[in-house]
Nanobody, 114 residues
Framework: VQLVESGGELVQPGGSLRLSCTASGFTFSRYVMSWYRQAAGKERELVARISSNGGSTDYADFVKGRFTISRDNAKNTVYLQMNSLKPEDTAQYFC????????WGQGTQVTVSS
């Protein structure tokens, strides 16, 4: 089982990034997929979640209107489009798959700074 995140980098405030998480080793289309983040010295927090068929999404209040989660079950990939980035969005972003089992990726670093 693997979840591999990519797309994190240094970006200026107001900029955009798209994170990707590609899964292997399990039936991706049956799993609820989520993005979490953890800033230095803080607890991990839920950013966004998408149902197994992509028909339902949930967002943390602090990203509503700025971030969009989506998935492509044919590619075993979940995305997080992040717009209007703020310095407080700086964190390690993790992909999570949850159904019968709970899987985590290793994370990708997003740094928002001028």
């Amino acid at each position: 089982v693997q979840l591999v995140e990519s797309g994190g980098e240094l970006v200026q405030p107001g900029g955009s990034l798209r994170l990707s998480c590609t899964a292997s080793g399990f039936t991706f289309s049956r799993y609820v997929m989520s993005w979490y983040r953890q800033a230095a010295g803080k607890e991990r927090e839920l950013v966004a979640r998408i149902s197994s068929n992509g028909g339902s999404t949930d967002y943390a209040d602090f990203v509503k209107g700025r971030f969009t989660i989506s998935r492509d079950n044919a590619k075993n990939t979940v995305y997080l489009q992040m717009n209007s980035l703020k310095p407080e969005d700086t964190a390690q972003y993790f992909c999570n798959a949850r159904w019968v089992f709970d899987y985590w990726g290793q994370g990708t670093q997003v740094t928002v700074s001028s």
